[in-house]
C-alpha cells in the first residue's frame, strides 16, 4: 500500500479545491484556512471559547482550559450543560422544529423519519422510562442494539438524563458485552428481540441473556430494556426484563433536561489498545460536543440543506460523533441504516443516495475497496446526482481507492475529505476543509484549526520532511478522552508514558514538504481490521483461554480488501498435534469469546514460537512471515534459530 502512495506522491497527483464547491464553503480557500490556523494557535482560549459558545449552556464557564497534560485539561471549568439541550431543544424555537432529524432505512425496507420535534419527544420518554427503572445521573447505562431508531433515542435518553451511556456494537459476542458491563458497573441494558443482518436476524436478547447468566453474570446490571424489532421470541425475565413499546409509550413527552459538569462523563466506549483488555475510554460533555459540533461544521462544511449519511455503525466512535452528536448539533438532517451494504443487492446504499437525495456521504476505505470489488455496475444503475461531498476515515486509503471514490461515486466533482481521528481524540483531527485545502490521494492533509499534530522521533524531536515517525498532538484540545474508566494509571502510561509532554496516538506517520500528513497505521499491537480497530493481545488472551492452547500470536498481514487481515501463530498444549477441524475450532472459541469481527483469517499451528532470549515473542519476525513466508530482517537476537526454519517451512509448503 505505501509503495503506491509513495508513487502517486512523487507523480505529485493533487486536487484543488472544487471552485463551484469552494464559493459556497464556509472556509473558501487556503488562505483563508492558514488565518484561521494562525489565529487558533496564538490565542487558544478564545477560539475553543467561541466554539462552545456555539453550543446551549445552562451555566457559562468560569475558565476555557485548566492544567495541561498529562493527565489533561479541564475544559469549560465550572460550565454546566445537558447535550442534548444542544442536539434538540434550542433547534425546537427554530424552523427546524419540523426538519428531518433522523430517517431511517431498515434492512427489509421498512423506513422511519423522526423530525426535531418528534425525536425530542422520544428522547423524552425514553428518559422517563430509563428514570422510571431507577437510572440516576451518573449511573452507567449498557446499550446493545442494532442500528435502529431507538439506539439514537437512547443514547440521547441517557444523556438527557446526564447517565453514562456505554454502546457495545452488535457484532460483539456475550462474553464481550459481560466484561464491557462489569467494567462500567451497568446498572440497566438496553437490547433488542434482534437486528437485521444480510437477512438474517442477528439474536441480541439472547447474547443478553447469556451475559448475565453464564460465568458469573453481570450483578450490577438490574434491569433490561427490550425493543421489539424482528418479533421473533425471546425469553422474559420476570421483575428484570421490560418491552421499550410497553414502558416508553406510555410515558411523558417531557422531560426536564439535566444540566450536569462540563467534564461529567457523557460516555464510555471501549476500545482495543495493547493488552487483552479494552480500554473503556472516557469522553466528557462540554468538551467532547464543543469539538464533535465544530469538526462537523468545517469538515462537512455542512448546511442546512444537507441530507448526511455516514455509514458507521453507532457501536464505534464514529457512529456516536457523527451520526448522532455533530450533526445534531449542527441541526441536521441524519441518515440511519441498519443492515448490511449489499442486501438485497450491492447497490443498496446508493440507491439510499438517490432515494433520500444524501449530498454528504462518509463511509470507510474498507467498504470503498468492497464496492470497487463489487463492480462499477452497481454505482452506475443509480444516479448519485445529489452528493457534492465525500469523506472516509477509520484506516489509511490507497490512492487507488481513493481515485475510484472521486471518478465513480463523486464524478470528479466532490471533494473527498480523508479524515484522521481515533475513540481517544473524540472527533476529527486531520483532515482537509473541503472548499480550501488541495486534497493528495491517500494523505489526510492538515489539522483543523486548533489542533496541533506533529511526527517526532522517538526521543520526541521533530522529524524532518518526510521521515517517519510517531505522530504525536502537541496541544491539548477539548475532545480528547479524559481518563480510562476505573484505570487513570492506564490511561497516563499509554498516552503520555511514551513521549513526554504530549498526547501518543499510537500512529505512525510522516508529514512532507506541503505539511501533509501521511499516516501509515499503528506502531502498537493494534491492528485495524476492515476498519475495525482490534487488540492482538485481545485475540491471543482469547485463544489461550482454550484449553489446547499452550500459546499464541497473532499479527496483522497486509490485506488487499481490509487493510489488514489477521494471522494467529498457535503453539498446542503437552505436544498435541493439530487435527483437521482445530483451526476452525480455535477461531469458533475467538469469535464465542470477542466476536465476529475477531475471526482469524488463518490459523498457523508450530510447536514453538520464535523468542528473544529474553522470552519475548519477536511479532517482528511473525509479521514478516506472514506477510511473505519468511522472515527479512534482523534475526541476531532470536534464541533458537530451528524455530524460524521450521515457521518459515511450513509457511512455504502452503
Ligand atoms: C486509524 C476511528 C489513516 C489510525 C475513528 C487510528 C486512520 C485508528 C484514519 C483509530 C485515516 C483512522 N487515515 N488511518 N483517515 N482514521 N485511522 O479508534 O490507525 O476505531 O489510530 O477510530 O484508525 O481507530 P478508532
Redesign the pocket.
Known sequence: MEKSIESVQSEGRSFAADPAFAARARVRSLAEYEALYARASQNPDEFWAERAGELAWERPWDAVCEGDFPPGPRWFVGGRLNATVSCLDRHLSTWRRNKAALIWEGEPGDARTLTYHELHREVCRAANALAALGVKTGDRVGIYLPMVPELAIAVLACARLGATHSVVFGGFSADALRDRMNDAGAVCVITADGGYRRGKVVPLKQAVDEALREKGGSPTVKKVLVVRRTGEAVAMSEGRDLWWHDLVARQSSSFAPVAVDSEHPLFILY??GTTGKPKG?VHSTGGYLTHVAYSTQLVFDLRDEDTFFCT?DIG???GH?YVIYGPLANGATTVMYEGAPDTPEPDRLWRIIDRLGVTVFYTA?TAIRAFMRWGDQWPARCSLASLRLLG??????NPEAWMWYRRTIGKEHCPIV????????GG?L??PLPGATPQKPGS?TRPLPGIHPEVVRRDGTPCVANEGGY?VVKRPWPSLLRTVWGDPARFEKSYFGEIKGVYF???GARCDGDGYFW????VDD?I?VA???LGTAEVESALVAHPWVAEAAVVGRPDELKGQALVAFVTLRGGRTPADGDAVMLAAHVVKEIGAIARPDEIRFSDALPKTRSGKIMRRLLKEIAACGHAEGDITTLEDLNVLAKLSMSSDEE
Not at 392 to 397: A, D, L, S
Not at 519 to 522: D, E, I, L, S
Open positions: 476500545t482495543s475510554v458507521a464505534w466512535v464514529t460523533s476505505p472516509t476515515v477509520g484506516e489509511p486509503i480523508d479524515t484522521w481521528w481515533q475513540t481517544e481524540t476529527i486531520i483532515a489526510c505522530l496516538t499510537g500512529d499516516v501509515m497505521g499503528r493494534v485495524n476498519g475495525h480497530r
